[in-house]
T-cell receptor, first 113, second 117 residues
Framework: GENVEQHPSTLSVQEGDSAVIKCTYS??????FPWYKQELGKGPQLIID?????GEKKDQRIAVTLNKTAKHFSLHITETQPEDSAVYFC????????????FGKGTLLTVNP | GAGVSQTPSNKVTEKGKYVELRCDPI?????LYWYRQSLGQGPEFLIY????????DSGLPNDRFFAVRPEGSVSTLKIQRTERGDSAVYLC???????????????FGPGTRLTVT
């Protein structure tokens, strides 16, 4: 089945710096790549997603890049703020499924004021 | 508008007992999903409903787990003869239907934290 590797597992940055989280996947049929933010005690919140027909997508301070040849995609957060502190998960649709998501293990991002 | 809601938020039960976890999806979302999240891990797929029917239950770990969605809206995840290894956060998500080719945005509820003692 699909395997999603996410790194780093923890990331600490100073407020205002950029943060980058990377994921690799194994199934070449995957074509949907969402990123979720999860705060303590809450469910995952969709923050951005990308489909395989584009290589990059940006939404204000957040961007995602996709390299289908290398089977990896990354989340970029610029001008980080303390409220960006959370666990971030990448995911992809297993086997090109329309519904089944496989998640990475998460990255704990800490933004220090 | 209202998001996905789940009740209870926390459930503590003794080993061997039966539990039910409830999910109310976003209004108008006919696709519903259950995931399980263990400590320090990402969510793992359990089951997917399209309307009233379970279109894919391949993620259910064994036959102690069962889910229903009788009217195509609210869903209940049922766990029989609970074991300590069932302790986790159970997440529900919903999305517009039918899912677009390549997947559609899934919106998660806050989860139910199940603890089996």
């Amino acid at each position: 089945g699909e395997n999603v590797e996410q790194h780093p597992s923890t990331l600490s940055v100073q407020e205002g710096d950029s943060a980058v989280i990377k994921c690799t996947y194994s199934d070449s049929a995957s074509n949907y790549f969402p990123w979720y933010k999860q705060e303590l005690g809450k469910g995952p919140q969709l923050i951005i997603d990308i489909r395989s027909n584009v290589g990059e997508k940006k939404d204000q301070r957040i961007a995602v890049t996709l390299n289908k040849t290398a089977k990896h995609f990354s989340l970029h957060i610029t001008e980080t703020q303390p409220e960006d502190s959370a666990v971030y998960f990448c995911a992809t649709n297993s086997g090109g499924s329309n519904y089944k998501l496989t998640f990475g293990k998460g990255t704990l991002l800490t933004v220090n004021p | 508008g209202a998001g996905v809601s789940q009740t209870p938020s926390n459930k503590v039960t003794e080993k061997g007992k039966y539990v039910e976890l409830r999910c109310d999806p976003i209004s108008g979302h006919t696709a519903l999903y259950w995931y399980r999240q263990s400590l320090g891990q990402g969510p793992e797929f359990l089951i997917y409903f399209q309307g009233t029917g379970a279109a894919d239950d391949s993620g259910l770990p064994n036959d102690r787990f069962f889910a229903v969605r009788p009217e195509g809206s609210v869903s209940t995840l049922k766990i029989q003869r609970t074991e300590r290894g069932d302790s986790a956060v159970y997440l529900c998500a919903s999305s517009l239907s039918p899912p677009l080719a390549g997947g559609h945005e899934q919106y998660f509820g806050p989860g139910t934290r199940l603890t089996v003692t």
